[in-house]
T-cell receptor, first 109, second 114 residues
Framework: GQQLNQSPQSMFIQEGEDVSMNCTSS?????WLWYKQDPGEGPVLLIA?????ELTSNGRLTAQFGITRKDSFLNISASIPSDVGIYFC?????????FGTGTSLTVIP | NAGVTQTPKFRILKIGQSMTLQCTQD?????MYWYRQDPGMGLKLIYY???????DKGEVPNGYNVSRSTTEDFPLRLELAAPSQTSVYFC?????????????FGEGSRLTVL
């Protein structure tokens, strides 16, 4: 199957700091997605990217679809305690979505 | 606002038992998916369906079966449960179109096989 490498695996940051995580793939994707998962729940979509080079913001979140279509990054500015959770990147190829292994974010008040 | 509903939320099985995880969505989405999530491994696609009567294998289909008789329902069947099938299972749906991409997930079903 497709392999998405997501880094870092985990992050411990102080409240108010900015966060950056990224995802790379050996394959080209048509769509890049970023999801957040809270404990005991299913992932929820944060940002969807549909074109190479696209930069999209959603509040304090900003994500970019890499020019090569093989990578994407997610930035969170001015982190707050409710940002805690696991963040997943996902790439879409045809009818299938492939997920990264996740970045676990801990925000220290 | 039901969205994607999965049952049961928790289940313990003995090795060799069978069971069905139920999934239903009320958004009239034509695409539905089953994923399993293991610690540190992300989500792996088991099976998916692009519409009623059509199913396809994902990355890890062995030991599972699915059916899609209606748009709303996409049950996942485990035959002869094995410890390797201990995992959290997520059902998801999407409405494919020109701008594709958003998966709506259920809350998950945590299965333990002993």
């Amino acid at each position: 199957g497709q392999q998405l490498n997501q880094s870092p695996q985990s992050m411990f940051i102080q409240e108010g700091e900015d966060v950056s995580m990224n995802c790379t793939s050996s394959s080209i994707f048509n769509t890049w997605l970023w999801y957040k998962q809270d404990p005991g729940e299913g992932p929820v979509l944060l940002i969807a990217l549909y074109k190479a080079g696209e930069l999209t913001s959603n509040g304090r979140l900003t994500a970019q679809f890499g020019i090569t279509r093989k990578d994407s990054f997610l930035n969170i500015s001015a982190s707050i305690p409710s940002d805690v959770g696991i963040y997943f990147c996902a790439g879409q190829s045809g009818n299938q979505f492939y997920f990264g292994t996740g970045t676990s974010l801990t925000v220290i008040p | 606002n039901a969205g994607v509903t999965q049952t049961p939320k928790f289940r313990i099985l003995k090795i060799g038992q069978s069971m069905t995880l139920q999934c239903t969505q009320d958004m009239n989405h034509n695409y539905m998916y089953w994923y399993r999530q293991d610690p540190g491994m992300g989500l792996k696609l088991i099976y998916y369906s692009v519409g009623a009567g059509i199913t396809d294998k994902g990355e890890v289909p062995n030991g599972y079966n699915v059916s899609r008789s209606t748009t709303e329902d996409f049950p996942l069947r485990l035959e002869l449960a094995a410890p390797s099938q201990t995992s959290v299972y997520f059902c998801a749906s999407s409405r494919q179109g020109r701008l594709t991409g958003e998966l709506f997930f259920g809350e998950g079903s945590r299965l333990t096989v002993l």
